[in-house]
T-cell receptor, first 118, second 114 residues
Framework: DGGITQSPKYLFRKEGQNVTLSCEQN?????MYWYRQDPGQGLRLIYY???????QKGDIAEGYSVSREKKESFPLTVTSAQKNPTAFYLC?????????????????FGPGTRLLVL | AQTVTQSQPEMSVQEAETVTLSCTYD???????LFWYKQPPSRQMILVIR??????QNATENRFSVNFQKAAKSFSLKISDSQLGDTAMYFC???????????FGKGITLSVRP
């Protein structure tokens, strides 16, 4: 079945530790996104990538890093610089429109990873 | 910058009745897209409905329909014949036509009572 998978479902981070959240998709989508969800807030964009080997910062990129070496994969690293990492992290993918006037496609989401700090 | 406002934090509806969830947005763009996503207790984000700003006709998907008022920058979701499985958080989201970045509202918690 086509879809987006995220692992692990739960992740625990110790002080000063970097942790990596996995996101894989087999939908043949070019674009992938990482969002953070905090209680009482909507989703906020951390990073996004519209093509392999290229990515851009979203609204809250500080303390996070990403890579996009393969079309199917977009891992997110939460670094020790992120002082308040406890949140629910959602990965999404889409087929983005290219060029002025192109139709933008819907984003589809993975099941999420809950990150907790020990 | 675009903003999306969902002013009602919680709503409740009796099973089989109709409920409307409100959303307003602010943008200077003319080409954009609007979405409603559902997040049940499993926390999986599920697309409910999508509306292109250039389309005058309101989008519908089975029991779900929208009232898109472009001039008023309003995008409400109507759920007809509410079912227990509709209990979830509902997020309104905006996407510019020039790129694929989504801006979300804070969401509304909908409870369907048996």
């Amino acid at each position: 079945d086509g879809g987006i998978t995220q692992s692990p479902k739960y992740l625990f981070r110790k002080e000063g530790q970097n942790v990596t959240l996995s996101c894989e998709q087999n939908l043949n989508h070019d674009a992938m996104y990482w969002y953070r969800q905090d209680p009482g807030q909507g989703l906020r964009l951390i990073y996004y990538s519209q093509i392999v080997n290229d990515f851009q910062k979203g609204d809250i990129a500080e303390g996070y890093s990403v890579s996009r070496e393969k079309k199917e994969s977009f891992p997110l690293t939460v670094t020790s610089a992120q002082k308040n990492p406890t949140a629910f992290y959602l990965c999404a993918s889409s087929l983005p429109g290219q060029g002025a006037g192109a139709v933008q496609e819907t984003q589809y989401f993975g099941p999420g990873t809950r990150l907790l700090v020990l | 910058a675009q903003t999306v406002t969902q002013s009602q934090p919680e709503m409740s509806v009796q099973e089989a009745e109709t409920v409307t969830l409100s959303c307003t947005y602010d943008t200077s763009e003319s080409n954009y897209y609007l979405f409603w996503y559902k997040q049940p207790p499993s926390r999986q984000m599920i697309l409910v409905i999508r509306q292109e700003a250039y389309k005058q006709q309101n989008a519908t998907e089975n029991r779900f329909s929208v009232n898109f008022q472009k001039a008023a920058k309003s995008f409400s979701l109507k759920i007809s014949d509410s079912q227990l499985g509709d209990t979830a958080m509902y997020f309104c989201a905006f996407m510019r036509g020039a790129n694929s970045k989504l801006t979300f509202g804070k969401g509304i918690t909908l409870s369907v009572r048996p």
